[in-house]
């Protein structure tokens, strides 16, 4: 049975943004989301070895979330705006942050 035609994308750059915002993007804001956790909750020994099996599963159900778009390229400015984010929130809690 064959696909249905207004499910699939003409354009392949939209499908390679959407995979590379899937692989790449996913797992930056999983490791950036993890780096983040032990900065701002209590026992930070427990969240790191927690995290080492919580990391994967955030970056596959994160690797899934940009083909849910239409565009490829607005799931990457997504992406981009979480990983933005984060890494204001790791550098303000960072302990070596000239700032604070």
């Given at each position: ?43 930070p ?53 000239p700032?604070?």
């Open positions: 049975m064959p696909a249905n035609p207004k499910h699939l994308n003409p354009n392949p750059w939209h499908q390679f943004a959407k995979i590379t915002a899937g692989i790449i993007g996913g797992y930056i804001i999983a490791a950036l989301f993890h780096m983040c956790l032990p900065l701002w909750l209590p026992s020994k427990k969240v790191l070895i927690t995290s080492i099996y919580t990391l994967y599963m955030l970056w596959v159900a994160l690797l899934i979330v940009p083909f849910l778009f239409r565009n490829g390229w607005k799931a990457w400015g997504l992406y981009l705006v979480i990983i933005a984010i984060l890494f204001g929130l790791f550098y303000l809690g960072s302990p070596r942050n700032f604070v």
